[in-house]
């Protein structure tokens, strides 16, 4: 063990020797974004605690929006506002397409073969091409809609009986559930219950596989420790990528074996094993590149939306007059003797604004995905190195107080006369990415999130529990890739409708 420890002193000296040179002959001959100096060995890492989105804010404040550091061996760009948001995601975005190596990705997602994590080249745009013009086009997304319909119906008439009872409800555990009875019908074409996945049900499965791929490996960052894996992360990675790749293996057998039954509305495992089996794909497309994207419309799907929501409903609990405005809007275009239809949301200006304004305050992404530089770049003035990692602060541009006004606060009528979208258009709103890496889904994620804040306030009227007053509602932050609420939303309902 002492020779050991004495190898790793003396590799550790090596290296930060060589840092040193690498600093004075090669550095300053390149002119790199402004960033705090950091330490030996580490670079900036004991700069960094849980809400990095947070803290990268705070250093950002100090050293400008486009800012340089180093986590370890990896050079890193943070971006912190729309102009420079701009620059990697637009001006320059095929230079940063791709994506940094990825660990738990390499474990759970088949050797990053998914398309959230896959590395930009021939495969991910065959992919991506695949997924947008075949399992996510705007004629697949309304071929469910009556699947939406019945199942929001379903969560709405739960609440009812809760709100008979008088009792409280876990928002988001039932936002959860909700979100996964949708997807599971939309990908796989029937509900699967939370034990026939895994004894810890989807979403804590999900969660821990988002939080560990957020996770700072020391692997990743100090390449000669990675065969150590000093915190114990790849046995997780791979109890994980077991029990995905087992669901989703019985998933595709089932439609095997059933694959002569006639359906009305073939789900997306059907349309991929179909494609698949007639080989028409301009790819190498077998079953680790079907699961590998089920993994990914899984993960998305069942986890950005109930957080989105849970996130937006929480501010309007905290705004009740808020929510009195949007009911208002809400019997003017709907009335008050049904409950929204899909058909409606057009119409619901108000609900819009509401929707945009919870998204700059809480992106579900606060850092995006990071990408990684394909080559040397110069970005205003800065040199941005090959293999940089590039992480885009939506977090911290949506309470940029160039860009908003008051940025804390939650004020949706910041949005009226305006015409910033959610389409990756607009640089100081991203929730949904922009480019080349924007999420396919976006359309059907926005979709769900308007439809179901709709009904819980067209539909019901709510209290905090215990006489809890709006302002004291706990807001948070759990942070991983998708940033949730740390406690569980709790209201009382109270229903409103004459049917």
């Known amino acids: 063990m002492a020779s050991i420890f004495l190898q790793v002193l003396a590799l550790l000296a090596i290296l930060y020797i060589l840092q040193e040179l690498h600093n004075k002959f090669i550095k300053k001959k390149k002119k790199l974004p402004p960033g705090p100096k950091g330490l030996p060995i580490i670079g900036n890492l004991h700069m960094i605690g849980k809400n990095i989105h947070q803290d990268l804010h705070k250093i950002a404040k100090k050293y400008g929006p486009i800012m340089s550091m180093k986590f370890g061996a990896i050079p890193i760009i943070v971006a912190s506002s729309p102009h420079a948001a701009e620059q990697f995601l637009k001006k320059h975005d095929l230079i940063f397409a791709s994506r940094p190596n990825n660990r738990s990705m390499q474990i759970v997602a088949y050797n990053q073969r998914n398309l959230a994590f896959g590395k930009y080249g021939p495969y991910w745009r065959n992919m991506r091409k695949l997924c947008t013009l075949e399992l996510l086009s705007p004629l ?9 319909k019945q199942q929001i119906t379903d969560f709405v ?20 559930l909700l979100s996964a009875n949708m997807s599971c019908l939309m990908i796989f074409g029937k509900k699967y219950m939370d034990d026939e996945f895994d004894e810890r049900g989807f979403k804590d499965v999900i969660q821990e596989a988002l939080i560990i791929a957020a996770t700072s490996n020391i692997g990743e960052f100090f390449p000669f420790l990675d065969k150590f894996d000093l915190q114990g992360l790849i046995p997780r990675m791979k109890k994980l990528a077991k029990v995905f790749d087992e669901f989703l293996e ?14 009305q509305t073939k789900d997306i495992v059907d349309t991929m094993m ?60 709907v009335g008050m003797n049904r409950m929204v239809e899909e058909s409606d949301l057009e119409k619901l200006e108000y609900l819009d604004m509401i929707i945009k304004e919870g998204f700059r305050l809480h992106p579900i992404a606060p850092l995006l995905i990071p990408r990684e530089s394909m080559e040397d770049c110069i970005i205003d003035g800065f040199n941005i190195p090959r293999g940089s990692r590039i992480l885009v602060n939506t977090w911290a541009i949506g309470r940029d107080s160039e860009v908003w006004p008051e940025p804390e606060k939650f004020m949706p009528e910041r949005f009226v006369g305006s015409d910033i979208d959610l389409c990756g258009h607009d640089f100081q709103l991203l929730p949904f990415s922009s480019g080349r890496r924007r999420c396919p889904g976006l359309q059907l994620g926005l979709t769900v999130v308007r439809l179901v804040i709709a009904q819980l306030v067209h539909c019901f009227d709510w209290k905090l529990p215990n006489d809890m007053m709006p302002n004291d509602l706990d807001m948070t932050e759990k942070f991983s890739l998708v940033v949730s609420r740390a406690q569980h939303l709790m209201a009382i309902p109270t229903y409103r409708l004459h049917v």
Not at 157 to 176: G, K, Y
């Open 157 to 176: 008439t739960f609440i009812n009986r809760a709100a008979s009872s008088h009792v409280e409800v876990d928002i988001s555990a039932n936002l959860a």
């Open 250 to 263: 019985r998933v595709i057998d089932e439609h095997v074996q059933n694959s002569k039954e006639e359906k």
């Open 274 to 333: 179909n494609i698949m089996q007639s080989g028409e794909a301009e790819f190498e497309f077998d079953r680790r590149h079907v699961k590998a994207i089920l993994l990914d419309l899984l993960i998305a799907s069942i986890d950005t939306s109930a957080t989105s929501i849970d996130w937006i409903f929480s501010e309007l609990l905290r705004h009740p007059n808020i929510m009195k405005k949007l009911q208002k809007e809400l019997e003017q275009v």
């Open 140 to 148: 697949k997304i309304k071929s469910f809609q009556d699947m939406r």
